[in-house]
């Protein structure tokens, strides 16, 4: 019998069970759960601007009465309302959502009142819900008033229990003003809080111009208003935001540099990113001190208290702030990118709204509430007026009305009578009722007929209302009661009237709660920082050696020493190895490198790898990609300014004198090309021609070319021919003899003034020309100011300076002048450059050591003189370079 009834039991079940697509219902199924999180938990509303939880706790709040204006309430009691009620999600999320909403720096508007530990900027977790109290702040009121006008729709709470309202009547655009974030399923949402009074302005503009575009708008709300301020780098993000629900904002932490110490700085941070922790901040700025990142922090203190953030970041000596703050930006949150992504749900589906779309919604949104509330406002009024009516047609006959209530037996019967019995009414009475509009007004042949309401609102009329003054009190209030009516309807009838209403309350809205803006905007488009703005600016001294070595030092490391000083130790070379070249530049610079295959590379200084005095360096090859057998000829630091290289020249001499002049730009601008990576031909080279020299120059300058016999030729660059190309040789500069070749180029001011007076003033010596420039001689005055000093050095040491006058200019393509005898004892020249009294040079010898001197220690002489000692070096060693250092007070 159990075998039979279990077959019948099974074949029954079998026919309950129904073959479905494993894959069709995972579909359904997550697909009903995402449109759940989606709509019930992570997307605010664009009406109100809230997530249901946030919703669900201002509601439970209000019917709560916690109101403003009463005492606070513990939060667990009100967690456990709105947990009980409307939101069964666990006690910790609501109390986080309700948590958020007290704290001033995560809302532009707090919509909850908290008493107690809410947390802070620091990241401190606030205090458990028993402990903490709370009620809705002020501007609450304008989120949840007119909810019993029947303004918007209830929806059955999770258990059917109760109800809950589907939107808050929001009489603000609440999703602009204090924004939202959270992460659906597919999908999220990132808005910005913007200033209260911005976004009201932008309102009523587009109430009284709806066809406005968002270019006008954005003349209202500048941009996101953070409640922790800060500075927004730029408006592109802005305005893609407002355009299109996407953007990017660059947010920086507001500093000043102060003053701490006599020598020393420090910045000082007032304001941080929105949504940054101000104890990670800090942490993460002291760990990039301590892993050497940022070098130039000596301390760092948090001096924040409740009058406002200040962290304070001291400096080393010497230590220049802004790089510091560049380096701040990039490694720590002192600079943040805010993704704007306002996505919310837009008649109850998600959308990409942008900044018109947001407060189109909202307004149409409101137009839909003030339409309910009037219609409830209108009906109440006439309710009211229903009766007040009754009670004056009542009053009109109050003898009547006593005797027929005395003669009854019981109220019921007298309601009865009162309804049956025709009223007369009275002409003014008669207009009151027309006005009024009541659908259940009986008039009939100027008789007036009681409903069972104005029945029972008389049976219940006390007595001392039958006095004269109370008599005329109800008159009163039936007038009132009229004029009432008619704004309703007036309001009902006219959208603009509709529409002032709106409008009305957004600026009392914006008069009580509206307040100056934190962020500042500053309406610079941003740019990403690049390297040189982390290096502080120092100089420094590049040192290239013959067999390839680079390195920069610090131009402090080469005191000056008096003329025939035997100098020191400048760079650690082998015996078959020297120093080639020397260059004084900046931390800033830019290089152009040019290799002895006629190539140019580029190069940052800062990318040299820094060493010490004595220091080797690095094979120049771990920076620049040489060839085989291809070496550094020379390399030109580039002036700063990008702008510089348009109008000038660069001019290229070789060995065997061949010379070409180009455009700067041509030569530095590499296009798609890579100049550190792959460099580029920028002359053509026979293969036993090298590249002396490359300098920066004008056409109204002069080229001097240096042999390594002591001859020079001077002509001017104008009558050189500009190339275009850069992959031909040049012309011929200068006629060498055998044995004999180019060492240097100078470029020199062109002059114009007479030769013999030019003769006649080099007949004085140097410490009486300008004594003569003072007995009124503006011909000898001109030449004292423009008066250039050529430096010629030679490899046993010796030097001298003399005038640049005492070189003629002549043709392009001759044998020269004598600049300084070539002797035994003085051996051959090595170079011959442009100096200035202030200046001071560097020579270096074949065995590493350098010498730094001061240009006013070497004495003008003739052009074709031999010179004094300058370095005094060993028996058998040479020099092999020497290099300018230019006065730095010079410009």
């Known amino acids: 019998m159990s075998d039979k009834t279990s077959k019948i039991d099974n074949s029954e079940n079998l026919e309950k069970i129904s073959s479905i697509s494993l894959i069709e219902e995972m579909k359904k199924s997550y697909l009903d759960y995402a449109m759940s999180v989606i709509v019930s938990r992570a997307l605010p509303d664009a009406r109100d601007g809230l997530k249901p939880v946030h919703r669900r706790i201002l509601y439970a709040m209000n019917e709560s009465g916690y109101n403003y204006n009463k005492s606070y309430k513990k939060s667990a009691r009100i967690v456990g309302e709105v947990m009980g009620k409307y939101h069964p999600h666990g006690d910790s999320a609501i109390y986080d959502s309700m948590v958020r909403m007290c704290q001033s720096f995560s809302m532009r508007l707090e919509l909850v009142d908290g008493q107690g530990n809410f947390g802070s900027l620091d990241g401190d977790p606030p205090a458990a819900m028993r402990y903490t109290e709370a009620r809705l702040a002020k501007i609450s009121e304008r989120m949840v008033n007119d909810l019993e006008k029947q303004t918007i729709s209830f929806q059955e709470n999770y258990d059917d229990t109760t109800i809950e309202p589907s939107v808050l009547p929001a009489q603000f655009p609440n999703l602009l003003v204090n924004g939202a974030s959270g992460i659906a399923v597919g999908m ?169 779309q947001i407060i189109s919604s909202f307004i149409e949104f409101r137009e839909e509430v003030v339409t309910k509330r009037t219609i409830f406002d209108l009906n109440k009024a006439r309710n009211k007026a229903h009766i007040l009516i009754g009670l004056v047609v009542a009053n009109e006959d109050i003898d009547t009305i006593i005797n027929l209530i005395k003669d009854s037996k019981d109220s019921k019967e007298a309601k009865e009578k009162l309804i049956k019995k025709k009223w007369k009414l009275l002409d003014k009475n008669i207009n009151l009722i027309q006005l009024i509009e009541d659908e259940n007004t009986q008039i009939n042949s100027n008789y007036y ?158 990318d040299i790898p820094e060493s010490s005095l004595k220091g080797r360096g690095k094979p120049i090859i771990n920076l620049i990609p040489l060839s085989d057998g291809e070496k550094i000829a020379t390399f030109l630091p580039l002036p700063h300014d990008e702008d510089d290289w348009k109008n000038s020249l660069i001019v290229f001499v070789t060995k065997h004198g061949m010379i070409r002049k180009n455009k700067l730009i041509d030569v530095a601008k590499s296009g798609k090309r890579d100049l550190r990576e792959t460099g580029k031909l920028c002359i053509k080279l026979k293969s036993d021609d090298e590249l002396i020299g490359v300098k920066l120059a004008s056409d109204k300058e002069d080229v001097l070319l240096s042999s390594s016999n002591g001859k020079c030729l001077r002509f001017p660059l104008q009558k050189l021919r500009l190339f275009s190309g850069l ?131 070497i004495r003008i002489a003739g052009r074709s003189t031999q010179g004094v000692k300058i370095f005094n070096i060993p028996e058998g060693d040479k020099i092999v370079y020497v290099s300018r250092i230019q006065d730095l007070d010079e410009d």
Request: proline share 2%; with cysteine; aromatic share 6%.
């Open 188 to 356: 999220a949402t990132n808005i910005a809080p913007h200033n209260l009074g911005e976004v009201i302005d932008a309102t009523l503009y587009t109430i009284d111009k709806p066809d406005c575009n968002i270019e006008d708008l954005s003349k209202f709300v500048l941009g996101p208003d953070f409640p922790t301020g800060g500075e927004i780098i730029g408006v592109k993000g802005i305005r893609d935001a407002f355009k299109t629900g996407k953007g990017v904002c660059i947010v920086r932490s507001k500093t000043s540099i102060e003053n701490f110490k006599k020598d020393r700085e420090a910045i000082v941070v007032h304001e941080i990113p929105y949504q940054v922790n101000k104890s990670k901040l800090i942490e993460k700025i002291a760990e990039t001190v301590k892993n050497s990142i940022i070098e130039g922090i000596s301390d760092i203190r948090d001096e924040s208290d409740r009058n406002g953030v200040r962290v304070v970041i001291e400096l080393k000596k010497d230590v220049d702030p802004k790089i510091i703050l560049n380096q701040l930006y990039k490694h720590t949150l002192l600079q943040t990118t805010f993704n704007s992504n306002m996505l919310a749900l837009n008649k109850g589906k998600p959308e990409q709204l942008n900044l018109k």
């Open 449 to 606: 007929i009681f409903t069972e309401t104005q029945a029972k609102a008389i049976l219940e009329l006390k007595l001392h209302k039958l006095t004269g003054i109370e008599r005329e009190d109800l008159k009163n209030d039936l007038e009132k009661i009229v004029i009432e009516i008619k704004g309703y309807l007036d309001i009902l009838q006219s959208r603009n009237k509709l529409l002032d209403v709106i409008k009305k309350e957004l600026l009392d809205i914006k008069e009580e709660f509206s307040n100056p803006r934190r962020s500042v905007i500053i309406d610079k488009e941003y740019e990403e920082i690049d390297d040189i703005s982390f290096i502080q600016k120092e100089n420094i001294i590049i040192t290239i050696s013959n067999n390839g070595y680079i390195k920069r030092s610090h131009l402090d490391n080469y005191r000056s020493q008096r003329r025939g000083g035997k100098g020191k130790t400048g760079m650690s070379t082998r015996e078959e190895d020297f120093v080639k070249e020397i260059h004084l530049a900046d931390t800033h610079s830019k290089l152009l490198v040019f290799s002895s295959f006629g190539k140019v590379y580029s190069l940052k200084s800062f």
């Open 727 to 857: 992959n031909s040789g040049g012309v011929r500069g200068m006629k060498l003899e055998k044995n004999n070749m180019i060492i240097s180029q100078s470029i020199l001011k062109h002059s114009i003034i007479d030769i013999s007076i030019r003769q006649d003033y080099l007949k004085f010596s140097s410490e009486n020309r300008k004594n003569n420039t003072n007995n009124n001689n503006d011909k000898f005055s001109e030449l004292f100011n423009n008066e250039e000093f050529l430096l010629a050095v030679t490899s046993n040491g010796f030097g001298k300076r003399s005038s640049a006058y005492e070189y003629r200019i002549s043709n392009r393509g001759g044998k020269g002048i004598t600049g300084i005898l070539s002797t035994k004892k003085n051996g051959n020249v090595i170079d011959c450059f442009v100096i200035n009294e202030k200046d001071q040079i560097i020579m270096v010898s074949d065995k590493g050591q350098i010498i730094r001197v001061n240009i006013n220690q």
